[in-house]
Each structure stands twice: as C-alpha cells, then as structure tokens.
C-alpha cells in the first residue's frame, strides 16, 4: 500500500479525535501514535500536525489567510482585509519590498494579487 501525504494522515487524526475528551482522546491519539510508526513517517510529524491544524480550522469555519504586502500594513488594514473574508478569519502577514506596493492575499486555494508588481507584468504583456 502507498505512503499517504502528511495532508491524508493529518485529516485521519481530526477523524479519530475530533469530539473526544479525556481517556478517550489519549487512546485514540495512542492508536494514532502507533499507525504512525509502523507507517514509518513519525519524521514527517511536523507537517502531518500542521495539516491537521489546517483541517481542523477549516472544519471550524476558519478563513487562513497570508497577506504580502511591500511594507508593514496598519492594524486597520489588516481588520479590512479581515471583515472582506467574514467573522472568522486568521491573518498571517509578510512584507515583500519587490511587491512595490498593493497587497497579494493567499487563501488555502486562492491568490489575490492586487500588487503593483503584478500590475506591471500585466502592462508589460500587453505590450509585447
């Protein structure tokens, strides 16, 4: 049987776990612990619990969203770009100088560029 990617096993542990509390959630996480381990990918843990926080959020109604953008953006910006995705979104920011101004908004699928960089390549295409 193939390997599954870390997304495949991060989505089984919310399966097994999710509404547990207690005894219940330590043995299913110790039944978790040992499928791993014989799966041979407790190297790749790191990234199979990332994609389990992922999941779970999204399973929460949690927007995940990375915004770039060439400097620093004010709080107020950010709750904008927030209110833009609905109630329950979670922002982690970047700055990218080569960006030149704008922003570019990445959800789990999505790739919102409204970056002066971007603008450019777009003119510069409908030159040639």
Known sequence: MPKLIPKQYGKMIYDLTVGKEGEELDSAMA???????????????????????MYAKKQSGIVSLHVTSARELSKEMIKTVEQAFGDKTEVTTEIDPALIGGIKIRTEDTLLDGSIQAQLIQLQQQIN
């Open 31 to 53: 039944v978790m612990a040992d499928f791993l381990r014989k799966e041979q990918v407790l190297s790749k843990l790191p990234y199979i619990l990332e994609e389990y926080e």
